[in-house]
C-alpha cells in the first residue's frame, strides 16, 4: 500500500468528493493541509477575511453545485466565527463540511489557551458533528458527506485534532458519496392527499425549498395549469414558476405580503410541496381553521389543534404530485382573472415612481442589465423584502439569499462563491449599507480573487426596517442610523473602485460599465428609504 499523511487523505478526499475550493483563515495546524492543497490538481484554498464570511462561501457553492461547501476554522474564536456561516448552512438547508481544528486527545478537557469544546460548539448548529482518526480520515469525510446531502441538506462539522496531520498513513481513497434515497409515500397518505385534493374547491399550491431540492418545477407549473391553481412561493423557491405566468400568486411573508393574503385568504385547502417552515411557518399566514395537505421529505411542524391534516405525504416529492397530475383534468373554483388583476395592482406598486430615488427604481434599472441568466446575491434588510416580492427570477439559483437564517453580511460573501463555482456568469450582489459594513473586508478576497463582480450597495444610512418597527410603535429614532449623512467611503475601498449613482439614469451607466469590468466594482446608489414605509412589513394574514 502507498503511504501518504492524514493530511493529503482529508484534501484528495475532499477533491474526490468534486470539493473545488476550501474557503477558510488558516492555523499552525492547517499548515500541512495548505500543503497538501498546494500540491493536489482540481482544489484550491480561498483565503477569507473572516471565518463567517468563510462560512456563507461555503454555503453557497454547495447549494450552487450540489457538492458540500467546505469551510475552516481554527481553535476558539476562529470556530466560533465560523459557527455563523455554519448555522447559516443547516437552516438555509445547504450541504456543507465545516472542518476546525480540534485539540488532541490528551488536551481535550484541560484549562487550555483557545480551547473550547468545539463539538458541543457545533452540534446545535448542524446535522452532525465528528472528528476524524488518523487511519479512518476519508471514512469519516464520506459519512459526513452523506449526512450533509441527505434529507433536508444541512452542515456537518469534521474536528481534525492538532499533531494529527503530518502522521504517515495508507493513502485512502474516497468513492461516489450519493444522499440516502428518499423512501417511497406511503400509499395510504398519497390516497388522502388525492382525496383532500379532489374534495377541495378552492386548493392553493404553497411552495417551499424543498421544492427546489426534488427538482419537481415542470410538475407544479402542470398542476397549477391542469387544475387552475394560484401558486405561492417561498422566497428561497424564487423561480420555480415565472412571475409572468397566469397562476403565479406572489411570494408569502415578503413586500406587500397582506395583498398575496388576499388570494390565500380564499382557499378552503393548501397543498405544501416541499414547504420548509424554516422560512415562515404556517400559522404566521394561514387563516385559522385552514386545512393543510403536506408533501416533503419530513414531518409537518404546525399546530394541529389550528390547522386540520388532511394529508400527510413524507419521502420522495414527485410520485405525490404524480398522483394528482393522474386526476382528470378540471379547473377548480378560481378566479383567475381577478388574481391576475390583484397581481398587476401589486407590480405596479413595487415598480420604480418618478422622485426621489428608490430602491424600487434601483432594482428595476438593475434587473434590466443584469441578464437573464445572471445570479443576484442579497444581503437582509428591507431591500431584500423587495427582492422577494418584486426581483424577477427567470429559475432556481439565479436569485440567492438567506431566508432560514437571516444573517446580514451574507450577500457579498455569496456573490464571490457563485462567481468562483459560475466563472462566465455575470454575479451581482445587492446590499444594504448596514450589511456591507459586517463583511466590507471581504473585499479583499474579491481583489486577490481577481473576481468580476458588481458590488451594488443601497446606501440610505438607516437600519430601514427596524426603524420602520420603531415609528410603528410610536418609539423614537435610535440606534438605526448607519450614518448622519453621505456616502460609504472615498472612490475605493480595498482597492475595488466605487462610483455613486444618485438617479436612475446614473446607476444605469454605471452598471454597465462595472459588469464590463475585469475586476469586483462597487456601485453606490443613494437611495430614500421611506419607500419602504408602504411596502414591508405588512400583515400575511388579512
Known amino acids: ?119 458541543a460548539l457545533f452540534a446545535p448548529l448542524t446535522k452532525a458533528t465528528m472528528r476524524i482518526a488518523a487511519d479512518s480520515a476519508t471514512d469519516t469525510l464520506a459519512e459526513a458527506a452523506r449526512i450533509a446531502l441527505s434529507g433536508r441538506p444541512g452542515a456537518v462539522h469534521v474536528g481534525l485534532p492538532q499533531g494529527m496531520s503530518a502522521e504517515a498513513v495508507e493513502a485512502q481513497a474516497i468513492g461516489a458519496v450519493e444522499a440516502d434515497p428518499l423512501p417511497m409515500p406511503d400509499p395510504a397518505a398519497t390516497a388522502a392527499l388525492v382525496a383532500a385534493f379532489a374534495a377541495a374547491e378552492r386548493p392553493v399550491l404553497a411552495i417551499g425549498l424543498g421544492a427546489v431540492h426534488a427538482g419537481v418545477q415542470d410538475r407544479i407549473a402542470a398542476l397549477a395549469e391542469r387544475f387552475g ?23 408569502l411573508f ?39 395537505a403536506s ?29 394528482l397530475l393522474a386526476l382528470p383534468a378540471a379547473s377548480k373554483r378560481w378566479d383567475l382573472a381577478g388574481l391576475a388583476a390583484r397581481k398587476a395592482a401589486m407590480f405596479a406598486k413595487l415598480a420604480g415612481r418618478d422622485g426621489a430615488f428608490g430602491p424600487c427604481a434601483a432594482l428595476d434599472v438593475l434587473r434590466d442589465v443584469l441578464p437573464d441568466n445572471g445570479i443576484m446575491t442579497c444581503d437582509v434588510g428591507a431591500h431584500t423584502h423587495l427582492i422577494g416580492q418584486h426581483w ?18 451574507f450577500g457579498l460573501p455569496a456573490a464571490i462563491a457563485a462567481k468562483l463555482c459560475r466563472p462566465d456568469t455575470p454575479v451581482c450582489c445587492v446590499l444594504g449599507d ?25 446606501t440610505d444610512n438607516d437600519l430601514a426596517l427596524i426603524r420602520i418597527k420603531q415609528e410603528k410603535k410610536s418609539n423614537p429614532i435610535y440606534g438605526t442610523p448607519v450614518r448622519a449623512e453621505g456616502t460609504i467611503g472615498g472612490p475605493s475601498l480595498f482597492g475595488v473602485p466605487v462610483t455613486v449613482a444618485r438617479d436612475p439614469a446614473e446607476f444605469r451607466a454605471a452598471l454597465v460599465a462595472g459588469f464590463a469590468a475585469d475586476g469586483p466594482v ?10 419602504y414605509d408602504d411596502l414591508v412589513l405588512r400583515k400575511d394574514k388579512p
Open 522 to 531: 462597487i456601485v453606490e446608489a443613494l437611495l430614500d428609504s421611506r419607500e
Open 392 to 409: 424577477r427570477t427567470p429559475k432556481p439559483g439565479t436569485q440567492i439569499m438567506t431566508n432560514g437564517w437571516s444573517a446580514m453580511g
Open 295 to 323: 408533501v416533503d421529505v419530513a414531518p409537518i411542524d404546525i399546530d394541529r389543534d389550528k390547522h386540520p391534516v388532511a394529508a400527510e405525504v413524507v419521502g420522495a416529492i414527485a410520485p405525490a404530485l404524480d398522483a
Open 434 to 458: 448596514g450589511g456591507f459594513l459586517m463583511t466590507a473586508g471581504e473585499l479583499a478576497t474579491a481583489v486577490r480573487e481577481k473576481l468580476p463582480l458588481v458590488i451594488v450597495i443601497f
Open 1 to 119: 500500500m502507498t503511504s501518504t499523511t492524514v493530511a493529503r487523505n482529508v484534501v484528495t478526499g475532499l477533491r474526490d468528493l468534486g470539493v473545488r475550493h476550501i474557503f477558510g483563515v488558516p492555523s499552525g495546524g492547517w499548515v500541512d493541509y495548505m500543503e497538501a492543497i498546494r500540491t493536489t490538481d482540481g482544489i484550491d484554498f480561498v483565503l477569507a477575511s473572516h471565518e463567517g464570511g468563510a462560512g456563507f462561501m461555503a454555503d453557497v457553492c454547495g447549494r450552487l453545485t450540489g457538492v458540500p461547501g467546505v469551510c475552516f476554522g481554527t481553535f476558539g474564536p476562529g470556530a466560533t466565527n465560523l459557527a455563523t456561516g455554519v448555522g447559516g448552512a443547516t437552516l438555509d438547508r445547504s450541504p456543507m463540511l465545516a472542518l476546525t481544528d480540534e485539540m488532541p486527545a490528551p488536551l481535550r478537557g484541560r484549562t487550555v489557551q483557545m480551547g473550547i469544546d468545539h463539538q
Open 254 to 292: 415578503h413586500a406587500l405580503s397582506d395583498m398575496v393574503g388576499q388570494t390565500h385568504a380564499e382557499a378552503d385547502l393548501v397543498v405544501a410541496i416541499g414547504y420548509d417552515p424554516i422560512e415562515f411557518n404556517y400559522e404566521s399566514w394561514m387563516k385559522d381553521g385552514l386545512a393543510l
Open 229 to 251: 391553481l394560484p401558486v405561492l412561493l417561498t422566497p428561497m423557491a424564487k423561480g420555480m414558476i415565472a412571475e409572468d405566468h397566469p397562476n403565479y400568486a406572489g411570494v
